[in-house]
Protein backbone atom coordinates (compact mmCIF):
# COMPACT_ATOMS: atom_id res chain seq x y z
CA UNK A 1 0.00 0.00 0.00
CA UNK A 2 1.65 3.19 -0.96
CA UNK A 3 0.26 6.48 0.09
CA UNK A 4 -0.75 9.40 -2.04
CA UNK A 5 1.20 12.46 -2.03
CA UNK A 6 1.38 15.00 -4.37
CA UNK A 7 4.05 15.01 -7.35
CA UNK A 8 7.67 15.35 -6.45
CA UNK A 9 10.21 17.60 -8.50
CA UNK A 10 12.99 14.65 -8.86
CA UNK A 11 15.99 15.48 -9.22
CA UNK A 12 17.37 11.59 -9.63
CA UNK A 13 20.19 11.95 -11.39
CA UNK A 14 20.36 15.88 -12.39
CA UNK A 15 23.78 17.96 -12.20
CA UNK A 16 22.14 20.65 -10.44
CA UNK A 17 25.15 21.34 -7.87
CA UNK A 18 27.77 21.56 -10.30
CA UNK A 19 25.61 23.35 -13.64
CA UNK A 20 23.51 25.62 -11.00
CA UNK A 21 26.12 26.67 -8.46
CA UNK A 22 29.64 25.67 -9.71
CA UNK A 23 29.43 26.54 -13.07
CA UNK A 24 26.07 28.78 -13.02
CA UNK A 25 27.87 31.95 -12.11
CA UNK A 26 25.47 32.24 -8.70
CA UNK A 27 28.35 33.35 -6.28
CA UNK A 28 26.74 36.02 -5.46
CA UNK A 29 23.29 34.31 -4.55
CA UNK A 30 25.48 31.52 -2.77
CA UNK A 31 26.94 34.79 -0.61
CA UNK A 32 23.70 36.01 0.56
CA UNK A 33 22.36 33.17 1.23
CA UNK A 34 25.52 32.20 3.82
CA UNK A 35 25.12 35.59 4.96
CA UNK A 36 21.13 35.04 5.69
CA UNK A 37 21.68 31.73 7.26
CA UNK A 38 24.38 32.81 9.60
CA UNK A 39 22.00 35.61 10.98
CA UNK A 40 18.80 33.62 11.73
CA UNK A 41 20.84 30.26 12.83
CA UNK A 42 20.57 29.06 16.50
CA UNK A 43 23.92 29.22 17.81
CA UNK A 44 23.84 25.78 19.40
CA UNK A 45 21.63 23.12 18.98
CA UNK A 46 21.44 19.16 19.32
CA UNK A 47 19.65 17.84 16.03
CA UNK A 48 18.67 19.90 12.93
CA UNK A 49 16.50 18.59 9.88
CA UNK A 50 17.57 19.88 6.36
CA UNK A 51 14.51 18.93 4.15
CA UNK A 52 15.67 19.41 0.46
CA UNK A 53 19.22 19.25 1.58
CA UNK A 54 20.09 18.33 -2.19
CA UNK A 55 24.08 18.07 -2.50
CA UNK A 56 24.57 19.75 0.95
CA UNK A 57 25.62 22.85 -0.23
CA UNK A 58 24.75 24.38 2.83
CA UNK A 59 24.90 21.60 5.68
CA UNK A 60 28.73 23.11 6.46
CA UNK A 61 27.15 26.22 7.41
CA UNK A 62 24.74 24.57 10.38
CA UNK A 63 27.95 24.72 12.70
CA UNK A 64 25.95 25.10 16.11
CA UNK A 65 24.34 21.91 15.67
CA UNK A 66 25.74 18.62 17.03
CA UNK A 67 23.76 16.32 14.47
CA UNK A 68 22.12 16.98 10.75
CA UNK A 69 19.58 14.94 9.18
CA UNK A 70 20.23 15.54 5.45
CA UNK A 71 16.66 14.51 3.39
CA UNK A 72 16.19 14.47 -0.07
CA UNK A 73 13.99 12.71 -2.29
CA UNK A 74 16.73 12.04 -4.32
CA UNK A 75 19.35 9.78 -3.72
CA UNK A 76 22.26 11.23 -6.18
CA UNK A 77 22.11 14.17 -4.66
CA UNK A 78 22.39 13.15 -1.44
CA UNK A 79 25.25 10.82 -2.91
CA UNK A 80 27.32 13.98 -3.84
CA UNK A 81 26.34 15.52 -0.07
CA UNK A 82 28.18 12.36 1.04
CA UNK A 83 31.01 12.93 -0.84
CA UNK A 84 31.41 16.88 -0.61
CA UNK A 85 30.36 16.11 3.72
CA UNK A 86 32.83 13.03 4.07
CA UNK A 87 32.41 10.24 6.39
CA UNK A 88 31.15 11.70 10.23
CA UNK A 89 28.67 10.56 12.35
CA UNK A 90 27.52 13.93 12.39
CA UNK A 91 25.46 13.22 9.30
CA UNK A 92 22.42 11.11 8.68
CA UNK A 93 21.35 10.47 5.24
CA UNK A 94 17.54 9.82 4.40
CA UNK A 95 16.35 9.53 1.13
CA UNK A 96 12.55 10.20 1.69
CA UNK A 97 9.48 12.38 0.54
CA UNK A 98 8.51 15.46 2.55
CA UNK A 99 5.42 15.19 2.49
CA UNK A 100 5.90 12.27 4.68
CA UNK A 101 8.66 12.48 6.99
CA UNK A 102 9.85 8.95 8.33
CA UNK A 103 10.71 10.32 11.91
CA UNK A 104 8.22 10.65 14.85
CA UNK A 105 6.96 13.43 16.41
CA UNK A 106 8.76 15.85 18.28
CA UNK A 107 12.48 14.75 17.53
CA UNK A 108 14.14 17.75 15.91
CA UNK A 109 14.80 21.19 17.84
CA UNK A 110 15.77 22.84 14.53
CA UNK A 111 15.35 22.67 10.83
CA UNK A 112 15.93 24.61 7.49
CA UNK A 113 14.15 24.11 4.09
CA UNK A 114 16.26 26.13 1.29
CA UNK A 115 15.33 26.44 -2.21
CA UNK A 116 12.86 23.48 -1.64
CA UNK A 117 9.45 24.93 -0.96
CA UNK A 118 9.12 26.00 -4.63
CA UNK A 119 8.77 22.41 -6.32
CA UNK A 120 5.62 22.23 -3.52
CA UNK A 121 2.30 21.68 -4.97
CA UNK A 122 0.98 21.32 -1.75
CA UNK A 123 3.13 23.59 0.19
CA UNK A 124 0.87 23.96 3.84
CA UNK A 125 1.32 20.13 3.79
CA UNK A 126 5.01 20.29 4.18
CA UNK A 127 4.58 22.69 6.35
CA UNK A 128 2.52 20.69 8.78
CA UNK A 129 5.21 17.70 8.28
CA UNK A 130 7.79 19.81 9.49
CA UNK A 131 6.20 21.22 12.46
CA UNK A 132 4.73 17.78 13.54
CA UNK A 133 8.33 16.62 13.46
CA UNK A 134 9.77 19.44 15.80
CA UNK A 135 9.74 19.77 19.61
CA UNK A 136 7.60 22.97 21.00
CA UNK A 137 10.39 26.16 20.66
CA UNK A 138 12.10 24.59 17.84
CA UNK A 139 13.58 26.92 15.32
CA UNK A 140 12.63 26.53 11.35
CA UNK A 141 14.43 28.74 8.72
CA UNK A 142 12.35 28.23 5.04
CA UNK A 143 13.38 29.97 2.14
CA UNK A 144 10.75 30.80 -0.64
CA UNK A 145 10.67 31.95 -3.89
CA UNK A 146 8.70 35.40 -4.15
CA UNK A 147 6.39 36.06 -6.95
CA UNK A 148 6.06 39.71 -5.53
CA UNK A 149 9.86 40.83 -6.51
CA UNK A 150 10.41 43.89 -8.37
CA UNK A 151 11.51 41.88 -11.62
CA UNK A 152 7.69 40.15 -11.78
CA UNK A 153 6.16 44.02 -10.73
CA UNK A 154 7.63 45.66 -13.52
CA UNK A 155 7.17 42.42 -16.24
CA UNK A 156 3.61 42.55 -15.50
CA UNK A 157 3.49 46.60 -15.78
CA UNK A 158 5.34 46.14 -18.86
CA UNK A 159 2.73 43.24 -20.04
CA UNK A 160 5.27 41.28 -20.34
CA UNK A 161 3.57 39.04 -17.76
CA UNK A 162 0.63 37.38 -17.68
CA UNK A 163 -0.02 36.68 -14.04
CA UNK A 164 -0.08 39.24 -11.49
CA UNK A 165 2.48 39.81 -8.19
CA UNK A 166 0.29 40.90 -6.57
CA UNK A 167 -2.39 38.08 -6.03
CA UNK A 168 -2.40 35.86 -3.24
CA UNK A 169 -2.17 32.26 -4.45
CA UNK A 170 1.27 30.81 -5.83
CA UNK A 171 2.18 30.89 -9.69
CA UNK A 172 3.25 27.76 -11.10
CA UNK A 173 5.64 29.55 -13.69
CA UNK A 174 7.26 25.82 -14.72
CA UNK A 175 6.12 22.28 -14.03
CA UNK A 176 6.57 21.98 -10.48
CA UNK A 177 7.82 25.29 -9.72
CA UNK A 178 6.15 27.64 -7.77
CA UNK A 179 6.26 31.47 -6.82
CA UNK A 180 4.62 32.29 -3.47
CA UNK A 181 2.97 35.49 -2.35
CA UNK A 182 4.89 36.62 1.14
CA UNK A 183 1.31 37.40 2.48
CA UNK A 184 0.44 33.36 1.70
CA UNK A 185 3.51 32.30 3.22
CA UNK A 186 3.20 33.97 6.50
CA UNK A 187 -0.69 32.92 6.56
CA UNK A 188 0.36 29.26 6.03
CA UNK A 189 3.25 29.46 8.91
CA UNK A 190 0.96 30.66 11.05
CA UNK A 191 -2.13 27.81 10.44
CA UNK A 192 0.49 25.16 10.63
CA UNK A 193 2.13 26.37 14.27
CA UNK A 194 4.72 28.42 13.59
CA UNK A 195 5.31 31.96 14.69
CA UNK A 196 7.29 34.28 12.71
CA UNK A 197 10.59 35.73 14.30
CA UNK A 198 12.56 37.63 11.35
CA UNK A 199 12.71 37.85 8.01
CA UNK A 200 15.15 38.95 5.57
CA UNK A 201 15.08 39.76 1.60
CA UNK A 202 17.66 38.10 0.12
CA UNK A 203 19.62 38.43 -3.87
CA UNK A 204 18.56 42.03 -4.29
CA UNK A 205 21.17 42.26 -6.96
CA UNK A 206 20.40 38.86 -8.87
CA UNK A 207 20.83 41.23 -12.25
CA UNK A 208 23.08 39.92 -14.31
CA UNK A 209 24.91 42.97 -15.46
CA UNK A 210 25.52 44.20 -11.92
CA UNK A 211 26.97 40.47 -11.60
CA UNK A 212 28.56 41.29 -14.35
CA UNK A 213 30.55 44.32 -13.61
CA UNK A 214 31.39 43.68 -9.66
CA UNK A 215 32.26 40.96 -8.00
CA UNK A 216 30.03 38.91 -5.85
CA UNK A 217 31.64 39.56 -2.34
CA UNK A 218 30.91 43.09 -3.18
CA UNK A 219 27.60 42.51 -4.10
CA UNK A 220 26.82 40.32 -1.25
CA UNK A 221 28.33 42.62 1.14
CA UNK A 222 25.94 45.75 0.09
CA UNK A 223 23.34 42.83 -0.21
CA UNK A 224 23.96 42.14 3.55
CA UNK A 225 22.69 45.83 4.57
CA UNK A 226 19.36 45.64 2.02
CA UNK A 227 18.55 41.90 3.91
CA UNK A 228 17.61 43.82 7.13
CA UNK A 229 15.29 45.92 5.59
CA UNK A 230 13.37 42.26 5.15
CA UNK A 231 10.35 42.54 7.91
CA UNK A 232 9.36 46.27 6.51
CA UNK A 233 8.91 44.86 2.74
CA UNK A 234 9.74 41.74 0.70
CA UNK A 235 10.61 42.82 -3.34
CA UNK A 236 13.39 40.12 -3.38
CA UNK A 237 13.54 37.25 -5.38
CA UNK A 238 14.20 34.86 -2.22
CA UNK A 239 12.77 35.44 1.03
CA UNK A 240 14.25 34.05 4.35
CA UNK A 241 12.14 33.35 7.62
CA UNK A 242 13.03 32.20 10.88
CA UNK A 243 9.97 30.94 12.84
CA UNK A 244 9.41 29.35 16.34
CA UNK A 245 7.41 25.76 16.81
CA UNK A 246 4.69 27.29 18.67
CA UNK A 247 1.90 25.00 20.50
CA UNK A 248 2.13 22.26 23.13
CA UNK A 249 3.57 19.40 21.32
CA UNK A 250 5.26 16.08 21.75
CA UNK A 251 8.80 15.69 22.10
CA UNK A 252 10.25 12.52 21.40
CA UNK A 253 11.76 10.14 23.86
CA UNK A 254 15.66 9.77 23.33
CA UNK A 255 15.38 6.31 22.33
CA UNK A 256 13.06 6.99 19.51
CA UNK A 257 13.87 8.39 15.96
CA UNK A 258 12.30 6.96 12.65
CA UNK A 259 8.84 5.83 12.16
CA UNK A 260 7.10 3.95 8.82
CA UNK A 261 6.23 6.62 6.64
CA UNK A 262 3.42 4.07 5.51
CA UNK A 263 1.76 3.55 8.66
CA UNK A 264 3.61 5.83 11.11
CA UNK A 265 3.85 3.03 13.70
CA UNK A 266 7.56 3.20 15.85
CA UNK A 267 10.11 2.07 16.84
CA UNK A 268 11.44 0.16 13.56
CA UNK A 269 13.47 -2.33 13.65
CA UNK A 270 17.27 -1.72 12.32
CA UNK A 271 18.97 -4.98 10.61
CA UNK A 272 22.46 -3.90 8.90
CA UNK A 273 20.76 -3.34 5.53
CA UNK A 274 17.13 -2.66 6.42
CA UNK A 275 14.64 -0.85 8.42
CA UNK A 276 11.81 -3.29 9.01
CA UNK A 277 8.10 -2.24 10.41
CA UNK A 278 6.43 -4.67 12.91
CA UNK A 279 2.79 -3.54 12.14
CA UNK A 280 2.64 -3.15 8.23
CA UNK A 281 5.79 -5.24 7.75
CA UNK A 282 7.39 -2.57 5.21
CA UNK A 283 10.92 -2.73 5.01
CA UNK A 284 13.56 0.37 4.04
CA UNK A 285 16.92 -0.59 2.54
CA UNK A 286 20.15 0.76 4.20
CA UNK A 287 22.15 1.39 0.95
CA UNK A 288 25.60 2.73 1.44
CA UNK A 289 25.16 4.30 4.35
CA UNK A 290 21.56 6.02 2.93
CA UNK A 291 18.30 5.49 4.14
CA UNK A 292 15.94 4.88 1.67
CA UNK A 293 12.01 5.50 2.68
CA UNK A 294 10.90 6.51 -0.95
CA UNK A 295 9.45 2.80 -1.43
CA UNK A 296 9.44 -0.13 0.49
CA UNK A 297 11.43 -2.85 -0.73
CA UNK A 298 9.24 -5.83 -2.09
C1 LIG B 1 16.66 23.43 -5.84
S1 LIG B 1 17.22 22.03 -4.94
C2 LIG B 1 17.87 22.80 -3.46
C3 LIG B 1 18.90 21.99 -2.77
C4 LIG B 1 19.54 22.68 -1.55
N1 LIG B 1 18.56 23.00 -0.53
C5 LIG B 1 20.26 23.93 -1.98
O1 LIG B 1 19.76 25.03 -1.70
O2 LIG B 1 21.32 23.82 -2.58
C6 LIG B 1 15.68 21.34 -4.38
C7 LIG B 1 15.86 19.98 -3.71
O3 LIG B 1 14.59 19.58 -3.18
C8 LIG B 1 14.44 18.19 -3.37
N2 LIG B 1 13.01 17.86 -3.35
C9 LIG B 1 12.06 18.24 -4.21
N3 LIG B 1 10.87 17.74 -3.86
C10 LIG B 1 11.08 17.01 -2.73
C11 LIG B 1 10.23 16.23 -1.89
N4 LIG B 1 8.92 16.11 -2.12
N5 LIG B 1 10.79 15.61 -0.83
C12 LIG B 1 12.11 15.71 -0.57
N6 LIG B 1 12.96 16.44 -1.33
C13 LIG B 1 12.45 17.08 -2.41
C14 LIG B 1 15.10 17.91 -4.71
O4 LIG B 1 15.47 16.56 -4.86
C15 LIG B 1 16.30 18.88 -4.67
O5 LIG B 1 17.47 18.25 -4.19
Known amino acids: ??????????????????????????????????????????????????????????????????????????????????ERLGESDRYIFVAADAYKLPFVDGLFDGATMIRTLHHMKDAPAVLREVRRVLQPSARFILEYANKLNLKSILRYMLRRQDWSPFTPEPVEFAALNFDFHP?????????????????????????????????????????????LTGNWWQLTPSVFTLSEAVGETAIAPESAF????????APLEERPEMLICSSCDSKYAIRNGIYDFREPLT
Open 1 to 82: MLMTTPPVCDYEGSDYQSSFWDQGGRAYEDLAEAIALKRLLPKSGKLLLEVGAGAGRNTPRYQGFQRIVLLDYSRTQLEQAQ
Open 183 to 227: ETVRRWLKEEGFALERQLTVSHFRIGILKKIFPANFLAWLGSFAQ
Open 258 to 265: FQCPQCDQ
